[in-house]
């Protein structure tokens, strides 16, 4: 099946994603899976553009920026990254072990840049960093949790739309 450059489906779904972030509460939101989407579903500078841009536009109107904001965008380039290795795949378990790795990596990141962050309430050291990775131990489980239902939300709607509206968006899934 020829590899289809404009994929306004997977576009259509990654802005409405997005748009979602605006009822995002405590740590659940649909950025992570969204990331994880766009790198499985479209291609190059959009992949890695279009989750970017939206935090960057719904973000001053969630609270604006913090010193680990570097941290949770490179969180997201990275869950970008992760999903592009889902670009030939529609199994269940290779998505969802892919937004397990996504939360971890995101969990790790932007706590790190929170520790890091001057005159936070952690000091500079192994014990004050193992000490903010156990308070945010709680906003984890949101996000893990948030990262499996979008992360289903996503794919299940572009698997079944890509089969009903938008054929020229399906996944040519390799065959053994």
Partial sequence: MQENSARPLAIGLTVLGGLARFAQNLNFAPVGALSLFAGARLRGWQAYLLPIALMAVTD??????????????????????????LRGTESPKWIGGAALVGSAQFFLLSNFGTWLAPGFAYSHTPAGLMACYIAAIPFFRNTLVSDLLFTAVFFGLHAVLSRTVARSERVAVATA
Avoid at 70 to 82: E, G
């Fill in 60 to 85: 001053p109107f969630r609270g604006g920026y913090s010193f680990a904001t570097p941290f949770i965008y490179a969180s997201f380039l990275i869950n970008v990254w992760i999903g592009s290795r």
